[in-house]
């Protein structure tokens, strides 16, 4: 009789014992709800030399500390996300939110940045990201101080360096994959310099991907799929380890300016320069188009990233209308939008396991010389950046609901 209550005891024990792998689930954001503006910055963007100084990308650190900004001014602004004591309020007035940890200026145009896949600002050696201009090596960049780590070099035929318009690290964090016209470079993350492996995209009789590379992006199921796209319209499919290739695909509208991954590694999704819509491939078959996500960028060139939300359930994008649509990734369908700025929203994406979300806004203006009232007169909700926080319920509160059981809540709490 005293076993047995001892074993019920130990029952009871082992019952409220919390399991450290189930403490943690995605939030299900609630895109029903239109999301809160927490933080806003517009007035450090602007330039004596450059007023119409405008965002060209935001991009959210691996560990979701801070987020990194590329604008017109060839300049990275690193922000750092203040802590719980100490949250900063919105300011009514035209003033930014808080002013930007680190201020890297570059030399020339920036083509593109990312963040070391397992970056955390907690650890100085891996607190880095990567970045490429016009006429530059591609730069490893210190973001606890600053500072430039080391370069990457890669030289034509004629022994000039050449800068490559595309930049990733690959999955485990050795390599950075760099593109370039009809071509893939592979650095290895611990040798800088002039080291490099050169794979072609164009293979006999012109198959291949052809072009500047102008995109790329890695499958997060460790499949080892790499997709690259292309200014000359294609997407393509390669092996990591190889580069053999593995599928072409045609139907964009405007040259590639971005790819990405489902959560999964199932589907890839692409859009393109002057082309209103993201194109869903199934890259199981990687036939036919699965369906079209439409946003507003018909008459821009300039690159418009979208995001994926951590669930893998939506994806997000901006356009030149200044809303950000959310779409439904199972079925395609439009679920809701929200408008970000007064300007063409070229940037939007998801923290990486909050209920955040970052935009970017603001294209090119060109002002007459001779016209007397030529000077730009932009509004706080123009060349902005936005940090937005969305309603959300935990995977329990989802699943309950749709079981009927669990009444719906009219509001919810904003993470902080």
């Not at 050696?125 to 606890?144: K, Q, Y």
């Not at 000359?232 to 300016?257: C, F, K, P, W």
């Not at 970000?340 to 990486?352: G, K, R, S, Y």
């Not at 309603?391 to 719906?408: A, H, I, P, R, T």
Request: net charge negative; proline share 4%; charged share 20%.
């Amino acid at each position: 009789m005293v076993g047995a209550v001892a074993m019920e005891e130990e029952e009871v024990v082992q019952t409220n014992v919390p399991n450290p792998t189930e403490e943690f689930s995605w939030p299900v954001l609630r895109f029903d709800v239109s999301p809160h503006r927490t933080y806003h910055f517009h007035r450090q963007f602007i330039t004596p030399t450059n007023p119409n100084n405008f965002l060209k990308a935001v991009k959210w650190s691996s560990d979701g500390s801070c987020f990194l900004t590329s604008s017109d001014d060839n300049t990275l602004r690193l922000f750092t996300l203040p802590g719980s004591e100490s949250d900063i309020p919105l300011n009514a007035s035209d003033d930014d939110s808080f002013a930007a940890s680190l201020v890297m200026r570059e030399g020339e145009s920036i083509h593109d940045f990312c963040w070391y896949p397992y970056m955390s600002a907690s650890d100085v050696v891996t607190n880095v990201f990567a970045t490429t201009t016009r006429d530059h090596p591609i730069h490893l960049w210190d973001a606890s101080s600053g500072q430039l780590r080391c370069t990457y070099r890669a030289y034509d035929d004629m022994d000039e360096i050449t800068a490559a318009f595309s930049i990733a690290f690959n999955p485990a964090g050795t390599k950075i994959f760099a593109g370039y016209n009809k071509c893939i470079r592979m650095f290895d993350l611990h040798r800088p310099g002039r080291d490099f492996e050169l794979y072609s995209t164009v293979k006999d009789k012109k198959e291949g991907l052809t072009g500047i590379i102008s995109a790329m992006a890695f499958s997060p199921s460790h499949t080892g799929m790499l997709a690259l796209g292309s200014y000359s319209q294609t997407t393509a499919i390669y092996r990591e380890d190889n580069m053999e290739l593995l599928y072409v695909l045609h139907g964009q509208e405007g040259g590639i300016t971005h790819v990405q991954f489902s959560r999964d590694g199932n589907y890839l999704y692409t859009g393109g320069r002057k082309d209103p819509y993201i194109l869903c491939w199934d890259v199981r078959k990687a036939v036919d188009c699965v369906y079209k996500l439409y946003r507003s960028a018909e008459s821009t060139n300039q690159r418009i990233l979208f995001d994926i939300d951590p669930s893998g359930q939506h994806l997000g994008t901006g356009g030149q209308d200044g809303l950000v649509h959310i779409y439904e990734l199972q079925t395609g369908q439009w679920v809701s939008s929200f408008e970000a700025a007064l300007d063409t929203v070229n940037c939007f994406t998801f923290h990486p396991f909050l209920p955040h979300a970052v935009s970017s806004s603001g294209h090119r203006r060109f002002v007459i010389p001779d016209d007397s009232n030529g000077d730009l007169c932009l509004s706080g909700r123009e060349n902005c950046v936005s940090m937005w926080s969305f309603c959300y319920d935990s995977m329990m509160e989802k699943d309950l609901k749709d079981d009927g059981s669990f009444n719906n809540r009219s509001e919810n709490g904003y993470s902080d």
